[in-house]
């Protein structure tokens, strides 16, 4: 039971960056614009909440008020995210560039400019940011004291970050935004039909600007939360999984629900690949090495079958990827 | 004079003209960053960057052995541009020609040439995936080719690790992470060096970078000269008018991502086969593939082009290794995806090149 414990805690905490991002590809897309370059924001955003982090450990800020300074750098690496995120919106929706190129440099920048930035404040060849012990909440944050280890104790507190709850707090606000309020059906609209929208007066470069930036501070929010949930050092890589979120978009159909679903899915698979050789009922592949490859695969091969099978009925938006020009109204 | 003119206003040499301006900047935004972070040495970190390449026979001979694959990838991202696709599967189409190199070379005992083709084939399987999916179920190629990258990589890891012969454990080396050194396992497998070694006194010389630049030219003569290669651009430039003129749309596609893939592979085949690296099992997808695609950008998807773009990225990367210890050779990726960036708007560049042209033209009638 507590080995089922510590699977579904680790998923969760592993689904919540992919949940974040894969939103933040949806809110981009959805005014019209390929956001590819996610991996590079979640670098960017995770590079500049870990220095903060940092910086408010030296201070002593962050060991007496942990929380608030978490979510100083959550907030500091979501605006990170969007600063980053200007860079595309500029090529794509300006110059009208084509926006997988652009996205393209966004993520071959972000890792090198980490590095270079981290060798620069760290000192030579220190290419690895340590982020300090306070982070995680234990039930000490509480005031629980030490609890046993227990199903419900090691569900909850094995891997619990801030970024968990305020993920359901942004999944919430990213329904209500898209599908509840004017804004929304107004950057709906502008990834469908552009010239239609412009026709009655929407702006369609600044709803463009906007689906860009809001999928740029998730982003950033999205890479500081796998940060936190990859270990305790930050070595300028997010390890793919902005190009994961896009699968999990595509995978949800640009449908905050199922991608919350989808974002479940690929973690759970992840982590059980993992933790494939201690789960008691897996096949383990008796005589085969490596065997944790065969399900670290399978996400990619389901989410390739299922494809298949729902691209007909996609529900891409329309002119995603096309940049408006106001002649073609 | 009036020749000269016309010339200059032609299509090929204002985006010659574009690639070269791009290429400052990116250098110019490099240097300013280096001066940002260590200014009493970013004189010395730019100048090693320029010139480490040339300054040995053996650095030169590195630019050459790394810039043959890179060749071989930005042919492969451009040959399928020119179709309109997105080929960012190149990382996983390398894996997999690498990885049918290496398997022919070690556990089978073949000579080097069939393992170049081995190469090919598995580049070309990886690249046919992408296509199919494409041209059948109207699937994205660029998350199907994100989708494979990974699957290749795993996959690969997976019987790597489970075929004992191709790993460097069983020649006699320690490591058990990374497949076998060939001049211990097969040294016939080996890319020829025909004496390229001794002249140029380093082990990396060897004729790959003469089969890269050879392919160059096919693919330039495919893509410009022949039927299929017009049909190939048809596609891209307009899909539905290119069908509407009896052109096989989903045909093409699949062959152009199976070409792509080909190409890659053969770009992995090229890089192992030295005898000078050897694949580690890792959990990170190789960049190599991606560097493909500012190689590609750079040249404007052109064949020939791309040989000299090629040979540009790996002087820079050979250069920055020279930078080391006052800043990390990740500053040139920084230049190189600057570069990227503004190509990404190359041709807002050229049309205000042409147009400045023109006025000047016009200004001296």
């Known amino acids: 039971m507590i080995t089922l414990a510590n699977v579904l805690s680790c998923t969760i905490v592993f689904a919540v960056p992919l949940l974040l991002v894969a939103l933040g590809g949806m809110f981009s897309e959805r005014s019209g614009v390929i956001n590819i370059a996610l991996e590079g924001i979640m670098v960017i955003g995770a590079l500049a909440a870990c220095f903060s982090l940092k910086a408010f450990d030296a201070s002593g800020f962050g060991a007496t008020n942990p929380q608030l300074a978490v979510f100083f750098a ?4 979501g605006a990170c995210g969007v600063i980053y995120s200007l860079f595309l919106a500029f090529a794509a929706i300006n110059l009208k560039a084509d926006q997988t190129i652009g996205g393209t440099a966004l993520n071959q920048f972000a890792p090198a400019f980490a590095v270079v930035i981290t060798w620069a404040i760290q000192g030579q060849g220190q290419t690895q940011i340590q982020i300090p012990s306070w982070v995680r909440i234990t039930s000490n944050t509480f005031g629980l004291g030490d609890l046993e280890q227990g199903f419900w104790s090691n569900l909850i507190f094995k891997y619990f970050y801030l970024t968990t709850p305020l993920a359901v707090v942004l999944l919430i606000l990213a329904y209500v935004l898209m599908f509840r309020t004017k804004f929304g059906l107004r950057l709906r609209a502008c990834g469908e039909h552009p010239q239609a929208a ?22 950033g929010v999205g890479g500081f939360a796998y940060t936190l949930a990859a270990g305790s050092t930050f070595a300028s890589s997010v390890g793919g999984y902005g190009f994961l979120a896009l699968a999990v978009m595509i995978f949800g159909n640009w449908n905050p629900w199922t991608i919350l679903g989808g974002s479940f899915f690929f973690a759970l698979f992840k982590v059980v690949a993992s933790y494939s050789s ?19 695969m399978l996400p990619y091969i389901v989410t390739m079958i299922l494809l298949i099978f729902t691209s007909k009925k996609s529900r891409a938006p329309k002119a995603e990827g096309i940049p408006y020009d106001k002649g073609t109204r | 004079m009036k020749n000269l003119r016309e010339k200059c206003a032609s299509p090929a040499f204002t985006s010659f003209l574009a690639s070269i301006s791009t290429i ?26 320029l010139t480490n390449g040339f300054t040995s026979s053996n650095s030169f001979a590195k630019v050459l052995y790394q810039a043959a694959p890179l060749m071989m990838c930005g042919l492969s991202v451009g040959f399928a541009f020119k179709t309109g696709l997105f080929n960012i599967g190149a990382p996983g189409q390398y894996t997999m020609g690498a990885f049918v190199a290496i398997l022919l070379a070690t ?19 990886w690249g046919l995936f992408p296509g199919l999916f494409k041209a059948l179920f109207n699937v994205n190629e660029v998350i199907t080719s994100i989708m494979f990258n990974w699957i290749g990589m795993y996959l690969v890891n997976l019987i790597f690790a489970n075929m004992p012969k191709t790993l460097a454990n069983y020649w006699g080396s320690t490591n058990s992470d990374r497949t076998a050194d060939l001049a211990k396992a097969n040294p016939d497998a080996m890319i020829p060096k025909l004496g390229l070694d001794q002249l140029f006194d380093s082990t990396y010389m060897n004729i790959s970078i003469f089969i890269a630049i050879a392919m160059a030219i096919v693919m330039y003569i495919v893509v410009n000269k022949t039927t299929f290669g017009y049909e190939l651009k048809a596609c891209g430039l307009n899909k539905n008018a290119s069908q509407y003129a009896g052109i096989n749309a989903n045909r093409n596609i699949v062959l152009s991502m199976v070409i792509a893939g080909a190409l890659s592979g053969i770009g992995g085949g090229l890089y192992y086969l030295a005898g000078t690296g050897q694949y580690v099992l890792e959990k990170a997808i190789l960049a190599r593939g991606f560097d493909g695609i500012p190689v590609a950008l750079l040249a404007n998807s052109n064949p020939i082009g791309t040989i000299f773009s090629a ?25 190189v995806s600057v570069i990227i960036y503004l190509a990404a708007f190359s041709l807002l560049m050229r049309n205000m090149l042409t147009k400045a042209m023109k006025k000047k033209e016009e200004g001296k009638k």
């Not at chain 2, 400052?24 to 960057?49: E, K």
Request: hydrophobic content about 55%; glycine content about 12%; some cysteine.
């Open chain 2, 24 to 49: 400052i900047i990116g250098l110019l935004f490099g240097y300013a960053l280096l001066f940002a972070l260590n200014a009493p040495n970013a004189n010395t970190g730019m100048v090693a960057m």
């Open chain 2, 107 to 125: 556990q089978f005992q073949m000579p080097w040439w069939i393992c170049l083709l081995g190469a090919m084939v598995g580049g070309a399987v």
């Open chain 1, 198 to 219: 412009d026709s009655v007066g929407i702006n369609v470069y600044a709803m463009r600007y906007a689906g860009v930036m809001i999928g740029g501070f998730l982003g």
């Open chain 1, 74 to 77: 959550v907030l500091i690496a």
């Open chain 2, 311 to 335: 040979l540009f990225v790996s002087y820079l990367s050979v250069g920055g290794s020279a930078m080391q210890p006052h800043f990390s050779t990740e500053t040139v990726n920084i230049i």
């Open chain 1, 278 to 296: 201690i789960i008691p009922f897996l096949p383990t592949f008796e005589g085969v090495k490596s065997a944790s490859n065969i399900y670290q």
